[in-house]
C-alpha cells in the first residue's frame, strides 16, 4: 500500500492549528488541574522526562505529574501497578481520562511531536531496539498512535512496535483521522488498555 503523506509544510500546519485549539478550549481545565496537583501533593506540576524524538533526537515531553515526586526511583521503578502507592489522588483521575498527556501540545507546538505517531520511547529504551525497530522513529511521535487505539498497555512492547512499524509504512491523512476518531473511544470512553493484563503497565524489555 502507498504512503499517502500529506506534504510536511501541511502537517505541520495542521498540528499546530489543533494543539493551538486544543489548548484555548481547555485552558481553564488545565489551569485548574495544575491547581489541584499542586494543592494535593509536593513536587512540580509537570513531569518531565527525555524521550526519543524523530530520528532518536531526543527531547524533553511533558505530562501532568500524576505520581508522587521522584516516583521513578520507588517501587516498581518505571513500571506501574494497577492499584499503584505511587500515584496521587488527582493523578490517578487524570490517568483514568487520559488528561494527564495533554501537556504533550506544547510539545506539538516546539515542533517535537505530533498528533498522531508512534508514541516516543525513553531514551534508554531505544538502546535495546534492533535496526528494524528503529524505524518507528523515521516520524514524529505521537500525542495518540496506531498502537495506541489497538491495545495500548494490553499488548505486548513487540506488538507495539509492529502496530508502530505498520503506521509508518502506511501513514496517510486518512488514517491519521481514523485514529483519532478511534482515540477518543479508546482514551475516553472505553478508557481502555490503561495497565498491562496482569494489572502492571511492563517497562520495555521486561
Same mark, same amino acid.
Given at each position: 500500500?502507498?504512503?499517502?503523506?500529506?506534504?510536511?509544510?501541511?502537517e505541520?500546519?495542521?498540528?499546530?492549528?489543533?494543539?493551538?485549539?486544543?489548548?484555548?478550549v481547555?485552558s481553564?481545565p488545565?489551569?485548574l488541574?495544575?491547581?489541584?496537583?499542586?494543592?494535593?501533593? &509536593?513536587?512540580?506540576?509537570?513531569? @518531565?522526562?527525555?524521550?526519543?524524538?524523530? $530520528?532518536? #533526537?531526543?527531547?524533553?515531553? +511533558? %505530562?501532568?505529574?500524576?505520581?508522587?515526586d521522584?516516583?521513578?526511583?520507588?517501587?516498581?521503578?518505571?513500571?506501574?501497578?494497577?492499584?499503584?502507592?505511587?500515584?496521587?489522588?488527582?493523578?490517578n483521575?487524570?490517568?483514568?481520562?487520559?488528561?494527564?498527556?495533554?501537556?504533550?501540545?506544547?510539545?506539538?507546538?516546539?515542533?517535537?511531536m505530533?498528533?498522531?505517531?508512534? &508514541?516516543?520511547a525513553?531514551?534508554? @529504551?531505544?538502546?535495546?531496539?534492533?535496526? $528494524?525497530? #528503529?524505524?518507528?522513529?523515521? +516520524? %514524529?511521535?505521537?500525542?495518540?498512535?496506531?498502537?495506541?487505539?489497538?491495545?495500548?498497555n494490553?499488548?505486548?512492547?513487540?506488538?507495539r512496535?509492529?502496530?508502530?512499524?505498520?503506521?509508518?509504512?502506511h501513514?496517510?491523512?486518512w488514517?491519521?483521522?481514523k485514529?483519532?476518531?478511534k482515540?477518543?473511544?479508546?482514551?475516553?470512553?472505553?478508557?481502555?488498555g490503561?495497565?498491562?493484563?496482569?494489572?502492571?503497565?511492563?517497562?520495555?524489555?521486561?
Amino acid at each position: 500500500m502507498p504512503n499517502r503523506r500529506l506534504p510536511p509544510r501541511i502537517e505541520r500546519s495542521i498540528d499546530i492549528a489543533a494543539a493551538c485549539f486544543a489548548l484555548l478550549v481547555l485552558s481553564i481545565p488545565l489551569a485548574l488541574i495544575a491547581v489541584a496537583i499542586k494543592l494535593e501533593s &509536593r513536587g512540580p506540576v509537570f513531569y @518531565q522526562q527525555p524521550r526519543a524524538g524523530k $530520528d532518536g #533526537k531526543p527531547f524533553s515531553m +511533558v %505530562k501532568f505529574r500524576t505520581m508522587v515526586d521522584g516516583a521513578e526511583h520507588m517501587g516498581l521503578g518505571f513500571e506501574i501497578g494497577q492499584n499503584d502507592s505511587r500515584i496521587t489522588k488527582v493523578g490517578n483521575l487524570l490517568r483514568i481520562w487520559s488528561v494527564d498527556e495533554f501537556p504533550q501540545l506544547f510539545n506539538i507546538l516546539s515542533g517535537e511531536m505530533s498528533l498522531v505517531g508512534p &508514541r516516543p520511547a525513553r531514551v534508554d @529504551q531505544i538502546e535495546m531496539f534492533s535496526d $528494524d525497530e #528503529k524505524r518507528r522513529m523515521l +516520524v %514524529k511521535p505521537g500525542l495518540t498512535g496506531w498502537a495506541q487505539v489497538n491495545g495500548r498497555n494490553l499488548i505486548t512492547w513487540q506488538e507495539r512496535i509492529q502496530l508502530d512499524l505498520w503506521y509508518v509504512g502506511h501513514e496517510s491523512f486518512w488514517l491519521n483521522l481514523k485514529i483519532l476518531f478511534k482515540t477518543i473511544w479508546v482514551a475516553f470512553i472505553a478508557r481502555s488498555g490503561q495497565t498491562g493484563p496482569e494489572g502492571v503497565t511492563r517497562d520495555y524489555g521486561a
